[in-house]
């Protein structure tokens, strides 16, 4: 079976979606296409064959499509999320799934009406190598209970457009998934530290931050988030445990040696650091889909870590630890 996909959102991130599903994925194609900017849809469909919608909801109805990916910005996320729940198809929505908690909630709600889960989060890096590994060796219990985790999340620069409390709900998302999903728990409270900002940033960005998530058992996961740091896309992760530490190496295949000294090749952004992982987590939902099930992180998960990011935020502006509030898991995600 082939699964004819609308793509909802074709920027940077959505085109390098369509790219993959082109050349290098199994099972799915281009049915249709949706954007803010007609021109730019129009310019991605042409190739592919697929049909230009005008507006999201026009995509999700369209008979010839059997699954929606959503790319857009995030604060449209929840709209398209929705028709597509209840439309009946499954969906593949990008982080955010919705900027608040309360957003998220509304989804939740959606699928609860329909009785199915049909929403999966993109939190890729729950498909990356490095990370699995991490993962199993906690799970091994061989090195004891983790203990801390420190987390660095560093970009060489944003736009201006990037603000504060997107250091949180748009890029230590990320983290905040991940700790979760590492430790096997929730993230109870949460603290923002502010140190010393970085002389190479917009004037009314704090940068870098540095948030402590403190989950149910007690571990402290700490997570730098500095967006403006020059030299690369650098993603690193150490949990230390009772009797050891396990961490994701460098990711490099080849090591340069001159007379400058020896060096290996760094990432410049997410499509080249996780490649891999955002191939494993489409052709996992393409797969889920043509079985007729769904994968990966649920509406739950894109909930749970929302509601970190609103405690992120008021964190941000007391200074203090700010705790997560929780709805009780509904049933379907139990």
């Excluded at 996320?77 to 909630?105: N, S």
């Excluded at 890729?124 to 219990?141: L, T, V």
């Excluded at 295949?253 to 494993?280: E, M, P, S």
Aim: glycine share 8%; hydrophobic share 50%.
């Amino acid at each position: 079976m082939t699964v004819n996909i609308g793509i909802v959102g074709v920027g940077g991130m959505g085109q390098a979606h369509v790219a993959r599903i082109r050349t290098e994925l199994a099972g799915g194609r281009i049915a249709a296409v949706n954007d803010i900017d007609q021109a730019r849809a129009e310019r991605v469909a042409a190739p592919l064959g697929a049909a230009v919608y005008a507006d999201d909801a026009q995509l999700v109805a369209a008979p010839e499509v059997d699954a929606v990916l959503v790319a857009s910005f995030g604060p449209a996320h929840e709209a398209t999320v929705t028709a597509a729940i209840a439309a009946g198809k499954p969906v593949l929505c990008e982080k955010p799934l919705a900027p608040t908690a309360a957003g998220c909630v509304r989804i939740m709600e959606a699928e609860a009406r329909a009785g199915a889960k049909v929403v999966t989060v993109g939190f890729m890096r729950r498909f990356d190598r490095g990370y699995n590994e991490i993962k199993e060796a906690i799970a091994a219990g061989e090195l004891g209970r983790p203990l801390i985790v420190h987390n660095r999340h560093r970009n060489p620069t944003v736009p201006q457009s990037y603000t504060a409390d997107m250091a949180i709900n748009d890029t230590a998302i990320h983290e905040i998934d991940t700790m979760r999903w590492l430790l096997g728990e929730e993230i109870a409270a949460v603290r923002v530290d502010q140190p010393r900002p970085t002389s190479r940033r917009f004037p009314h960005l704090a940068d870098p931050l540095v948030l402590a998530l403190v989950t149910e058992s007690g571990v402290i996961a700490y997570d730098e988030v500095f967006v403006n740091i020059q030299y690369a896309y650098d993603i690193r992760c150490e949990v230390v445990l009772e009797a050891g530490t396990v961490a994701l190496a460098d990711q490099s295949a080849t090591v340069r040696r001159d007379a400058a000294g020896a060096r290996h090749r760094l990432t410049a952004d997410h499509n080249q650091r996780f490649g891999q992982a955002f191939a494993a987590e489409l052709q996992a939902w393409i797969n889920a889909v043509a079985a007729g099930r769904q994968t990966g992180p649920t509406a739950w998960d894109g909930y749970a870590a929302a509601a970190v990011c609103d405690a992120g935020l008021r964190a941000l502006a007391s200074g203090g630890l700010e705790p997560v509030e929780l709805i009780a898991k509904p049933a379907l995600y139990a």
